[in-house]
C-alpha cells in the first residue's frame, strides 16, 4: 500500500472506532491494526522486528485488559518502535524520543506539503478531467455545507426530507485527530541532523579514537588528567566504604521510632537514587573516549570496578532494607517501585563495568538502559499489580485498610471475599461497586475488558 493510503484508510478506521467512544477496547484493536500493517512492510524480518511485533500485540491486548496508563505506555512505546525501525532502521532506536516530538510538532503543518505524501498524477482525458472539474469538486463542496447548514437550520434540511443523524463537531474533531495521529505514523519525519550525527550513538569507538588518546582538557595533558582520575576514586571509594557502613548501621541496628521508619526509609532510598545517579556520572566522564584505550590507565580501570561493585551493594543494602519494610507494613505500589528502580540501577552498574571492561562508548550504556526500560514498561503492563498488592497484604494482615485496599486498582475479587459484609465498609463499597458498574455499561469499544469478568455485589 501507498504512504497516502495508509494515512487515509487508517484516518476512517480511527473515525469508525473513537466516534461517539471513549478510549478502550477500540485503541487496542487499531493499535494491533497498525502493528500487522507495518510488520508486513519489512521485506527482511529480523530477530528484533519479530520481538517488536510480538510486544506491540502483547501490549495491545493488556491495553484492552487493563486500560490504564502503563499499558497505555507500553503500547505507545511498542508501536512507535516498530514503526521507527520500519523508517529509519539505519538510526539508533533512542534517537526515536526526539523523533516523535519534532513529527509530532511539524504535523499541524507538513499535511498543506501535499507532494510529500500524495502522489502526482496527470489526467490526460478530457472526459475525466470535466468530471472531477464540473461534478466532483462541486458536489463535495455542496455536501459539506449542506451539512453544516442542517445544523443552524431545521427547515433547510427538511428541504430535502433530510434529517443527519451525526454529531457535527465532534465527528470533524475526531476525522482531524485520527488525520493527525495517523499522518504523523505514517509520515515520520527525521532531519538529515540526525543522520549525520547518528554516528555519535554508536556502541563501538572508531579506529581514529581508538588511536588519538587526548586528555578532556586541554589545559591539563593526559598523565595528569590520569593520575587526578586515580586520586578522585581512591577517595570516592573510601568514601562510599564509609557511607556504606553508617548506611547499614542505621538501618538495621540504629533503633527508630515507628512513625519516624517512614520518613527515613524514604530519605535513605532516595540518597541512594542519587548516589547511583553520580556514580554512573563519574564513570562515563573519565571513560568517554581516551582513557578506554590509554595502556597506563589499568590502575583507573580497577578502581573504576571497585567503585562499580561498591555502589552495587549499597543497591543490595536497599533492596534488603525494602524488603524489611514490606514486611512490617506490607506491599505498596511505591514499595514495588523502589524494587524496580533498584534493579535498573543495578543492571545499569551491569553495562557501566561491562562498558569499561570492554570498551564501549558512552552511547552504549544510554542504548542498553533504553531497551531495559521499555523491557521494564512492558513486564509492568502485563501484571496486574494492585491484585498483587491486595493478595498479599491480606495474606500477612499488614495494609489491609478497606480505604486503602479501595484506592487500589484491579483488585476487585480479593478484596470482596476479604470484605463479604458490604457494611463494613459501606460508602466505599459502593462507590467502587458504581465504578464497576459504570465500566461494565460502556460499548465494547470503549469498554476495559477485566470489568467484564468482574461481578459487583
Same mark, same amino acid.
Given at each position: 500500500?501507498?504512504?497516502?493510503?495508509?494515512?487515509?484508510?487508517?484516518?476512517?478506521?480511527?473515525?469508525?472506532?473513537?466516534?461517539?467512544?471513549?478510549?478502550?477496547?477500540?485503541?487496542?484493536?487499531?493499535?494491533? /491494526?497498525?502493528?500487522?500493517?507495518?510488520?508486513?512492510?519489512?521485506?527482511?524480518?529480523?530477530? /528484533?522486528?519479530?520481538?517488536?511485533?510480538?510486544?506491540?500485540?502483547?501490549?495491545?491486548?493488556?491495553?484492552?485488559?487493563?486500560?490504564?496508563?502503563?499499558?497505555?505506555? !507500553?503500547?505507545?512505546?511498542?508501536?512507535?518502535?516498530?514503526?521507527? =525501525?520500519? *523508517?529509519?532502521?539505519?538510526?539508533?532506536?533512542?534517537?526515536?524520543?526526539?523523533?516523535?516530538?519534532?513529527?509530532?510538532?511539524?504535523?499541524?503543518?507538513?499535511?498543506?506539503?501535499?507532494?510529500?505524501? /500524495?502522489? @502526482?498524477?496527470?489526467?490526460?482525458?478530457?472526459?475525466?478531467?470535466?468530471?472531477?472539474?464540473?461534478?466532483?469538486?462541486?458536489?463535495?463542496?455542496?455536501?459539506?455545507?449542506?451539512?453544516?447548514?442542517?445544523?443552524?437550520?431545521?427547515?433547510?434540511?427538511?428541504?430535502?426530507?433530510? *434529517?443527519?443523524?451525526?454529531?457535527?463537531?465532534?465527528?470533524?474533531?475526531?476525522?482531524?485527530?485520527?488525520?493527525?495521529?495517523?499522518?504523523?505514523?505514517?509520515?515520520?519525519?527525521?532531519?538529515?541532523?540526525?543522520? @549525520?550525527?547518528?554516528?555519535?550513538?554508536?556502541?563501538?569507538?572508531?579506529?581514529?579514537?581508538?588511536?588519538?588518546?587526548?586528555?578532556?582538557?586541554?589545559?591539563?595533558?593526559?598523565?595528569? *588528567?590520569?593520575?587526578?582520575? @586515580?586520586?578522585?576514586?581512591?577517595?570516592?571509594?573510601?568514601?562510599?566504604?564509609?557511607?556504606?557502613?553508617?548506611?547499614?548501621?542505621? =538501618?538495621?541496628?540504629?533503633?527508630?521510632?515507628?512513625?519516624? &521508619?517512614?520518613?527515613?526509609?524514604?530519605?535513605?532510598?532516595?540518597?541512594?537514587?542519587?548516589?547511583?545517579?553520580?556514580?554512573?556520572?563519574?564513570?562515563?566522564?573519565?571513560?568517554?573516549?581516551?582513557?578506554?584505550?590509554?595502556?597506563?590507565?589499568?590502575?583507573?580501570?580497577? &578502581?573504576?570496578?571497585?567503585?562499580?561493585?561498591?555502589?552495587?551493594?549499597?543497591?543490595?543494602?536497599?533492596?534488603?532494607?525494602?524488603?524489611?519494610?514490606?514486611?512490617?507494613?506490607?506491599?505498596?505500589?511505591?514499595? /514495588?517501585?523502589?524494587?524496580?528502580? #533498584? !534493579?535498573?540501577?543495578?543492571?545499569?552498574?551491569?553495562?557501566?563495568?561491562?562498558?569499561?571492561?570492554?570498551?564501549?562508548?558512552?552511547?552504549? &550504556?544510554?542504548?542498553?538502559?533504553?531497551?531495559?526500560?521499555?523491557?521494564?514498561? &512492558?513486564?509492568?503492563?502485563?501484571?496486574?499489580?494492585?491484585?498483587?498488592?491486595?493478595? $498479599?497484604?491480606?495474606?500477612?494482615?499488614?495494609?489491609? *485498610?478497606?480505604?486503602?485496599?479501595?484506592? #487500589?486498582?484491579?483488585?476487585?475479587?480479593?478484596?470482596?471475599?476479604?470484605?463479604?459484609?458490604?457494611?463494613?465498609?459501606?460508602?466505599?463499597?459502593?462507590?467502587?461497586?458504581?465504578?464497576?458498574?459504570?465500566?461494565?455499561?460502556?460499548?465494547?469499544?470503549?469498554?476495559?475488558?477485566? $470489568? =467484564?469478568?468482574?461481578?459487583?455485589?
Amino acid at each position: 500500500m501507498k504512504k497516502h493510503h495508509l494515512i487515509l484508510g487508517c484516518t476512517a478506521i480511527f473515525v469508525f472506532l473513537f466516534y461517539k467512544e471513549s478510549v478502550g477496547v477500540n485503541l487496542s484493536l487499531f493499535g494491533i /491494526l497498525l502493528a500487522i500493517l507495518v510488520f508486513i512492510k519489512f521485506k527482511k524480518k529480523s530477530i /528484533l522486528i519479530k520481538i517488536l511485533f510480538v510486544s506491540s500485540l502483547l501490549s495491545c491486548i493488556a491495553f484492552a485488559w487493563y486500560g490504564d496508563f502503563i499499558s497505555f505506555l !507500553a503500547l505507545f512505546s511498542s508501536l512507535i518502535f516498530l514503526q521507527f =525501525q520500519n *523508517e529509519n532502521s539505519k538510526l539508533k532506536i533512542i534517537q526515536s524520543i526526539p523523533a516523535v516530538i519534532i513529527t509530532g510538532i511539524t504535523s499541524l503543518g507538513r499535511p498543506f506539503i501535499f507532494n510529500q505524501w /500524495l502522489p @502526482e498524477t496527470k489526467i490526460n482525458n478530457d472526459g475525466a478531467k470535466k468530471l472531477i472539474a464540473f461534478v466532483l469538486i462541486p458536489f463535495l463542496f455542496i455536501m459539506l455545507f449542506f451539512i453544516a447548514y442542517s445544523y443552524g437550520s431545521d427547515t433547510f434540511s427538511g428541504l430535502l426530507d433530510y *434529517e443527519l443523524d451525526i454529531d457535527f463537531w465532534p465527528f470533524i474533531l475526531i476525522t482531524i485527530f485520527g488525520f493527525y495521529f495517523s499522518f504523523s505514523y505514517w509520515n515520520y519525519w527525521v532531519p538529515d541532523y540526525f543522520y @549525520e550525527k547518528s554516528y555519535l550513538l554508536n556502541n563501538e569507538f572508531s579506529e581514529e579514537s581508538k588511536q588519538n588518546v587526548t586528555p578532556s582538557f586541554s589545559f591539563l595533558d593526559i598523565d595528569f *588528567e590520569r593520575k587526578s582520575g @586515580e586520586i578522585s576514586l581512591v577517595l570516592l571509594n573510601i568514601m562510599l566504604v564509609v557511607f556504606i557502613g553508617t548506611y547499614n548501621y542505621e =538501618q538495621f541496628f540504629k533503633e527508630q521510632a515507628t512513625n519516624a &521508619l517512614s520518613a527515613a526509609t524514604h530519605d535513605r532510598v532516595n540518597a541512594v537514587i542519587i548516589s547511583i545517579i553520580m556514580a554512573v556520572g563519574v564513570l562515563l566522564f573519565y571513560f568517554k573516549k581516551a582513557f578506554n584505550f590509554d595502556s597506563n590507565a589499568k590502575s583507573l580501570k580497577r &578502581l573504576s570496578k571497585i567503585w562499580v561493585i561498591l555502589n552495587a551493594i549499597l543497591i543490595l543494602s536497599s533492596v534488603i532494607k525494602n524488603t524489611e519494610y514490606i514486611i512490617h507494613f506490607g506491599l505498596t505500589y511505591k514499595r /514495588l517501585g523502589v524494587y524496580a528502580f #533498584l !534493579a535498573i540501577a543495578l543492571i545499569g552498574l551491569g553495562f557501566t563495568y561491562y562498558k569499561i571492561k570492554n570498551q564501549k562508548t558512552n552511547a552504549f &550504556l544510554f542504548n542498553q538502559m533504553l531497551w531495559c526500560f521499555y523491557g521494564l514498561i &512492558l513486564f509492568c503492563s502485563f501484571v496486574n499489580w494492585g491484585n498483587i498488592i491486595t493478595s $498479599y497484604n491480606i495474606s500477612v494482615n499488614k495494609g489491609a *485498610e478497606p480505604k486503602y485496599l479501595k484506592s #487500589l486498582n484491579y483488585n476487585e475479587e480479593f478484596r470482596q471475599k476479604y470484605f463479604p459484609d458490604s457494611s463494613i465498609h459501606s460508602v466505599d463499597y459502593f462507590d467502587k461497586n458504581r465504578d464497576i458498574e459504570y465500566e461494565q455499561s460502556k460499548s465494547f469499544l470503549s469498554k476495559a475488558l477485566y $470489568y =467484564q469478568f468482574v461481578t459487583s455485589k
